[in-house]
Each structure stands twice: as structure tokens, then as C-alpha cells.
């Protein structure tokens, strides 16, 4: 069967953005399986009017302000023609835990016309991490609980990076975050010498638990140790999230072995990424209740031929002999145990990158996905 997709992202898109690059990944990994797929987004332009657009068609421009940033929730009679006119018969949808009336009644349209409805759920469970957010958005996750247990008369399918059968009653494809090998570049072999260079990437929140390793240095440091660790942190978030790092390094006097680079791409990514020794991924997945996941992050690190640690259950990597597993709560991480298992291990970027390469990239991913919506 011929599969025509749509992939329905509700936000634009960002060179920076882990996200971004997810989404595109995803992408060429579902061309490469033969599947007719494009992009539906949001696009700001330079007056910013906020446009739903879809492949090259700006389907809707709701304009611009408070106005314009409301209605691009509530407003898809537009794109239900588009995709109906045009005989799409799968539509993947990014969740941003948005489910309203207006949707459900869009996937609703589409499911009568025999389209099938995916829904993939980045993290899950999520409400612990949808608290706090500004006024527009806190509506929004307001709505998703209350119209969320309507899902299954809407949804075919639920992907979900866990383990979980069902999400709000819809039966779950489970898979893992997957890795476009060719688009990460490989670290090169490098001589140990008495300095290592932690790296933490990540738009910043309070569940990655940097400040578990941040508390970690300080005691590392308190013992005048004989190597030296510096940590860069590559990426930016909310000044509730980041302030408090920042300021524990001052209080702890290692300012100068703490980095915060912001966010960082490209080459400038990939330059970083060449003098890092060692991967800091999710070290507090508990404080949003989730235990068991399989982030992208601990992926490229893979993929990038870097040992990391984290604190999650990832079935992909728990025997994996690159990794440190560190305990789900909120105790600093010991540093002298990562110096001491960096010297220990012997494998190569190419030896670690090769032990995910047959089983995590994008494209075996999505070719499940594929496999279990049409079966």
C-alpha cells in the first residue's frame, strides 16, 4: 500500500533545536521507507504572522499578536481539506499534550474519511512537566486533561519512547528515539591526558538534574584532586531553570570548571562535542515521575562515540559497558567515579557508535511505526 503522510508539528521550526532536528530526522527516515510524507508547521515570518504551512502551501495565516498566537490551537478546518483534498491517508501528529474540541473533531473528520491517526507522545507521563508553564499555555494543558479520555474514539495509534500498552486508552507503538548517523559526526580517538571534559546538551530543565553534577564538582574539587574536570553546559532555558545552576557554581567557588555556552549548533556544536571526554545526559527523569524512557539524548552520545551516564532505565543502553548508571535521585553525582571510569574504559568512538548502529537509526524506527499502523 502506498502511503501519503503528513507529519503536524504545532510549532516552527529552529537550526538550534533538538526538536527541529528530531522532526527532520524523522522525516528522511520515513522517504527512505518509501513513504509520500510532508510537514505541516507554523511558520513566523520577519511581521510575525504565525502561518500553518504545509510542504510549500501557507495553508492559514492567522496574523499576528495575542489573536494570531490563540487561534492556531483552535482553528483546523483549513488543514482538513488540505489533507483531504490532497488523499493523505496518514497523519502523524507531534503531541504537544493540546488535545481540544476542535482538534478532536478535525481527527475526527479525518478517521471517518479512513486516514489513519498517529499520535506520537514525546514524553510520557507528562503532567508534572506541563505545570508552571505561562497563562496561554497552562489553558491549553487544561483543556488536554479534560478532553485527553476521548482520544481513543479519534487516535489509531500512540507512539510512545516507554514501555507503556495504552496512553489515555490508545494502544501504544513502542519504540525507541532514534539516531541519523549520517548527519552526527563521529568524535576522533584522542590521547587521555589529566584533564576531562564533561559535556551536558539540553534545553534546560529542572528533570536533567545538572544540578546533581554541578553539587558533584564541588565536592570533587573540595579534595584538591589531581585531575582536572571542566563541564560545558550547551544549551539555554526558562532563568528558573538556569539561574539556580548558575549560581551554585558561585557558591561552590568552581566557576571557572563550569561553562554555560547557550545554545550551540553546527560546527560550533560539533567542534564541542571534539573536546568532550565524557556525555552528561537526564540525571532526574524521577522529578516528572518517569523512570523509563529512551531519550534522544543518550543517542547521540552514542552515536557521537561519547561514554555518558544518566539515571533513567533506557533499555537500549543499560549493558552497554560506555555507561554509569546513576541512582534516581537527587544526591550530587560522585565526579571521581567518572574520572575513575574514564581512565578504565578502553573502547573507541567508532567501537561505541557501532554497538547502536544496525538497531537505533531513525529509519528502523519509523519503518515499525509504519509496519504496526497498516498491519
Known sequence: MKVKALFLHFFDLSPHSGISKKI???????????????????????????????GKTVLKDFGNGIYAKFMKW????????????????????????????????????????????????????????????????ALIFFLNRLFRKMLPLYVDKAVTFTDVEKIHGVPTIRISNGIDFKSI????????????????????HYWHGFDRIIAGLGEYYRNNPENKVFLSIVGEGKEA???????????????????????????ELDVLFEQADFGIASL???????????????REYAARGIPFIYSEIDDDFENMPYIIKADPDDTPISVQKIVDF??????????????????????VQMKHVIDKTFD
Not at 521507507?33 to 515570518?45: K, P, T
Not at 516528572?288 to 543518550?298: A, R, V, W
Open 342 to 363: 574514564y581512565y578504565s574504559l578502553n573502547m573507541t568512538p567508532l567501537e561505541i557508535r557501532n554497538t547502536i548502529i544496525e538497531t537505533l537509526s531513525w529509519k
Open 241 to 267: 531553570d538556569v539561574n539556580p545552576l548558575v549560581e551554585m557554581t558561585k557558591v561552590l567557588n568552581i566557576e571557572k570548571y563550569v561553562r554555560f555556552l547557550g545554545f550551540k549548533h553546527g560546527e
Open 185 to 204: 559526526k563521529l568524535k576522533s580517538p584522542k590521547e587521555k591526558g589529566n584533564i576531562i571534559n564533561l559535556i551536558a546538551v539540553a534545553e534546560i
Open 284 to 298: 532526574a527523569r524521577h522529578r516528572s515521575d518517569i523512570y523509563k524512557i529512551k531519550t534522544l539524548k543518550n
Open 74 to 137: 483552535f482553528c483546523f478546518d483549513h488543514l482538513t481539506k488540505y489533507i483531504l483534498d490532497n488523499e493523505i491517508n496518514l497523519i502523524y501528529v507531534r503531541s504537544f499534550y493540546n488535545t481540544n474540541p476542535q482538534l478532536l473533531h478535525m481527527l475526527g473528520k479525518l478517521r471517518k474519511a479512513k486516514v489513519k491517526v498517529v499520535m506520537e507522545f514525546p514524553t510520557y507521563p507528562y503532567d508534572k512537566e506541563t505545570k508552571g508553564q505561562p497563562f496561554n499555555y
Open 24 to 54: 527532520l530526522y524523522q522525516l528522511d527516515a520515513l522517504r527512505d521507507c518509501a513513504v509520500d510524507v510532508e510537514l505541516c508547521y507554523m511558520e513566523i515570518d520577519e511581521d510575525g504572522h504565525q502561518k500553518r504551512v504545509c
